[in-house]
């Protein structure tokens, strides 16, 4: 899928800063080597499996596919990998990849947490040093997985510039490799950045499709009909999509975030409200204004609060192959409670945006039909920033 | 000769930096005609961007200030349409790829040559991707400017080949800002690319008082100040263009000190 330069089409590419581009090119090359590395792929199958605790279940939901009296719902349970989310799976491939290259200090940014958490835990892991970078904003809305960082003895550093939210995370994290590279590997959390990133990012994600495809095989016999993920950079999303890329008849739908509506300023929908443009490192779709100033983007989910959207998804929009929605804050709300009182289970407000359009789709599609909703983490996160959404007060 | 390469013909060159439009477009006005008078032998001109990621937080500051009081990139090219009528000193613009990918290349581009300007600079351009704009600058005159990091190395000597107007040498690794030492073996970088290319080399990053200019003169041909300028800009706003000119001044006699 990518070319030697790194592009999925006309998208990708590397446009960084000099002081960055041998570490980028020592990166690639790097991981060139060791993904064909029997050992290195052994050590982490081992994490995967012992430490994550991988393979993650693919759960026929039965109560809300008969509530919802059409297709057959399937949900890809990344919420139940150990720190809660589908991001462990790219951490510890990158964590086990930067020990590998001599590296002893990882940094991150990160928006809902998540990722700042998962790389918080593969540095402890690993006995390497980590300092994440979280917009200010967003460590008032998380504050529960700003605790978590530090008590996995990360030193998080709140980010006052922009929008204070994750775009300006990853242009400080950005910053701060610039000025030292020689020790410290940038763990970036979703695929998007320059290249090798959005690429080394896939593969470590792409388990989840892998997974899906054996798992449903074993339970229906056969191919899923569609598979929903939410979008933010895009990282559960290529990973739930990219095995079944080859498979014409499986319909990829990516979830993005609308927040209060795509006719709002108030949105962070990419594809269905950004253009061509070159940002953090890549050539992709973001939300920008006539001059190519970036947008102070908004959603209520932290993690999907980004202006840009990963080169492979700008790509696999191109082709027609995977389509994306839009998918409001009121939706997503609605779709978070209803699968936790139809299935007991609290999704992500991330994952919550992948769950609302299943719940639209799934009506008007025939029984014999199969839908695979990625949960892409758990909702704990989430549980107080939503019962403010619904005008209740409660403390974390 | 390209503009640009004449402005290092008569000795070591002081390149300040502005960003247009910080705190107000009269204001940049003042502040690039004092850097003319002073001496200055080339200007750069900063197109703000939204999130300017080699920038650090004097010059980020500045682009906000900038965005936050109306500047556009086509009041920016009005701006420069003023200055034309008086300064004469070779301008290059600073920005960042998407303000002319969004603008539309062939539009940005034929827009600088029209206006009078020599040369563009983008930090997030790197040797690699320069296609992006190469030709379309060739097509226009537009020196499009490298950039050599102290962490080049073994790609010094490409990127000075096949550089254009001036090389950029990036004094230290991070973003921009003063810094009290430079550590970074510049030496030996100007050294390689002495044995690649003719293209003059200007050393920018941390440069603040005129002993650093002086030294970085001495090791390459010119020294660019950014951060510093932007500062004098910060504390006295509307009133800073006479300050500005006395700094250009000093920075300029300091980089003449370095000529043999």
Redesign the interface.
């Known amino acids: 899928m990518t070319n030697v330069?790194g592009r999925f089409g006309i998208h990708g590419?590397?446009?960084?800063?000099?002081?960055?581009?041998?570490?980028v090119i020592e990166l690639e090359e790097a991981y060139n080597h060791y993904k064909n590395d029997p050992e290195f792929n052994r050590e982490l199958t081992r994490l995967f499996n012992e430490y994550a605790g991988r393979p993650s279940r693919l759960y026929y939901a039965e109560k809300m596919t008969k509530d919802l009296g059409g297709a057959k719902i399937y949900l890809k349970r990344e919420d139940l990998n150990h720190t809660g989310a589908h991001k462990i799976n790219n951490v510890l491939g990158q964590a086990l990849l930067a020990k590998k290259m001599g590296k002893t200090r990882l940094i991150a940014e990160t928006g809902a947490g998540q990722h700042g958490v998962a790389t918080a835990t593969a540095a402890a892991l690993m006995g390497m040093e980590c300092v994440v970078f979280m917009g200010e904003e967003d460590t008032i809305r998380q504050a529960l997985n700003v605790y978590r960082m530090r008590l996995l003895g990360a030193e998080v550093i709140p980010v006052k510039?922009?929008t204070a939210t994750l775009?300006?995370a990853v242009?400080e994290a950005?910053?701060e490799w610039?000025?030292?590279?020689d020790d410290t590997h940038y763990c970036l959390g979703s695929v998007m950045g320059p290249h090798p990133f959005p690429t080394i990012v896939r593969d470590f994600q792409s388990v989840i499709s892998k997974e899906i495809k054996e798992q449903l095989q074993e339970k229906e016999g056969r191919l899923p009909d569609a598979v929903i993920a939410c979008v933010g950079g895009g990282s559960n999303a290529i990973g739930s999509f990219y095995h079944f890329i080859g498979d014409g008849g499986v319909r990829l739908i990516g979830c993005e975030a609308a927040g209060r509506g795509i006719d709002t300023f108030e949105t962070a929908a990419t594809i269905n409200t950004g253009?061509?443009?070159?940002?953090?490192?890549m050539k992709s779709y973001?939300c920008?204004d006539?001059?190519?100033?970036?947008a102070p983007v908004y959603s209520i989910s932290a993690g999907l609060d980004y202006p840009g959207i990963g080169p492979e998804h700008a790509y696999l929009h191109d082709t027609g192959r995977a389509e994306y929605v839009a998918v409001t804050d009121d939706e997503a709300v609605n779709a978070f409670e209803y699968l936790a009182r139809t299935e007991g289970i609290i999704p992500a407000i991330e994952s919550a945006h992948a769950v609302a359009h299943a719940m639209k789709i799934a009506p008007e599609m025939d029984k014999d039909r199969i839908i695979v909703i990625t949960i892409s983490g758990r909702g704990d996160k989430d549980c107080a920033a939503i019962a403010r959404y619904r005008g209740e007060d409660i403390h974390e | 000769m390209s503009r640009i390469r004449e402005a290092f013909a008569g000795g070591k060159a002081f390149i300040p930096f502005i960003t247009c439009g910080d705190p107000d477009l009269d204001t940049t006005l003042a502040a690039v005609k004092a850097c003319a008078e002073n001496g200055a032998d080339l200007i750069e001109l900063g197109i703000p961007f939204s999130d300017p990621t080699a920038e650090g937080p004097v010059i980020q500051g500045a682009n906000l200030r900038a965005l936050r009081g109306g500047v556009t990139t086509d009041k920016i090219f009005e701006l420069v349409r003023n200055l034309r009528r008086e300064v004469t000193v070779p301008m290059v613009f600073m920005t960042y790829a998407n303000v002319v990918f969004s603008y539309g290349a062939e539009r940005f581009i034929s827009t600088c040559r029209e206006i009078g300007m020599d040369g563009l600079i983008l930090p997030d351009l790197p040797f690699e991707e320069k296609e992006e704009f190469l030709d379309v600058c060739h097509k226009y005159g537009i020196d499009l400017i490298s950039l050599i990091a102290p962490t080049s190395q073994n790609r010094i000597a490409m990127i000075a080949r096949e550089a254009e107007g001036f090389i950029y040498v990036v004094s230290s690794l991070g973003v921009t800002g003063t810094r009290s030492e430079i550590k970074t073996d510049l030496a030996s970088i100007v050294e390689v690319i002495r044995a690649s290319t003719d293209t003059p080399c200007a050393i920018g990053f941390g440069i603040s008082t005129p002993e650093q200019a002086r030294k970085m003169a001495g090791i390459a041909d010119g020294a660019i100040v950014g951060s510093a300028i932007i500062k004098i800009l910060e504390k006295y706003g509307k009133d800073a263009p006479p300050y500005v000119g006395e700094y250009v001044k000093s920075m300029k006699d300091a980089v003449r000190q370095a000529e043999g």
Do not use: V
């Open positions: 330069n590419g590397q446009y960084i800063p000099e002081t960055l581009m041998n570490a510039s922009g775009k300006d242009s950005m910053r610039t000025s030292r590279i253009r061509l443009g070159i940002f953090h490192g973001f920008q006539e001059y190519g100033q970036i």
